[in-house]
T-cell receptor, first 113, second 112 residues
Framework: GQNIDQPTEMTATEGAIVQINCTYQTSGFNGLFWYQQHAGEAPTFLSY????GLEEKGRFSSFLSRSKGYSYLLLKELQMKDSASYLC??????????????FGTGTRLTVIP | DTGVSQDPRHKITKRGQNVTFRCDPISEHNRLYWYRQTLGQGPEFLTY????????KSRLLSDRFSAERPKGSFSTLEIQRTEQGDSAMYLCASSSTVDTQYFGPGTRLTVL
């Protein structure tokens, strides 16, 4: 089966750096995704890691350690518009090759002035 | 075509009625996924199509739910005899081969 854990809520200050952690247990691991979701909207893709290490994309970076079943999303120079839920999702290679995504419950980030 | 589209965006129905949702994926994407999301939770996988073939169905997909993708392009998700527990956001996503899944805006279903 699959299990994904991430904090329910976090608060950070505008201009600061925040790290959102995600731990997972899954069979057939085939990549870890981070999505951003504003209230009432669809998830939008942020980053993807399949190998260990850090992937940087502008103000957002994501790290993966497959041996530890651990990832984090790092947001730098926080802006008010970054207030959203951040979803950690693990891709699992099913027998059908479906590469289904299994999502955590999401971390609701509130950026304060 | 700039992204995945879904119709309708909102649906209110009475318990026991049937509802049907439509998803139009990104045109060159051959893989299509349906998810359900309730408040405060992450999306939960429902079913997956590769072209017109439905290759995976979650145990969450009871026999009241059926999905089709007749020509390998758009897909429909039908819920028969709706129950209040079916109230949720129904999300569609598409991808090419094993690439990133891109989500549509979702259909919010409210069952009264």
């Amino acid at each position: 089966g699959q299990n994904i854990d991430q904090p329910t809520e976090m608060t950070a200050t505008e201009g600061a750096i925040v790290q959102i952690n995600c731990t997972y247990q899954t069979s057939g691991f085939n990549g870890l995704f981070w999505y951003q979701q504003h209230a009432g909207e669809a998830p939008t893709f942020l980053s993807y890691n399949v190998l260990d290490g850090l992937e940087e994309k502008g103000r957002f970076s994501s790290f993966l350690s497959r041996s530890k079943g651990y990832s984090y999303l790092l947001l730098k120079e926080l802006q008010m518009k970054d207030s959203a839920s951040y979803l950690c999702a693990v891709r699992s290679l099913a027998l059908t090759g479906a590469n289904n995504l299994f999502f955590g419950t999401g971390t609701r980030l509130t950026v304060i002035p | 075509d700039t992204g995945v589209s879904q119709d309708p965006r909102h649906k209110i129905t009475k318990r026991g009625q049937n509802v049907t949702f439509r998803c139009d994926p990104i045109s060159e994407h051959n893989r299509l996924y349906w998810y359900r999301q309730t408040l405060g939770q992450g999306p939960e996988f429902l079913t997956y199509f590769q072209n017109e073939a439905q290759l995976e169905k979650s145990r969450l997909l009871s026999d009241r739910f059926s999905a089709e993708r007749p020509k390998g392009s758009f897909s429909t998700l039908e819920i028969q005899r709706t129950e209040q527990g079916d109230s949720a956001m129904y999300l569609c996503a598409s991808s090419s081969t094993v690439d990133t899944q891109y989500f549509g805006p979702g259909t919010r279903l409210t069952v009264l």
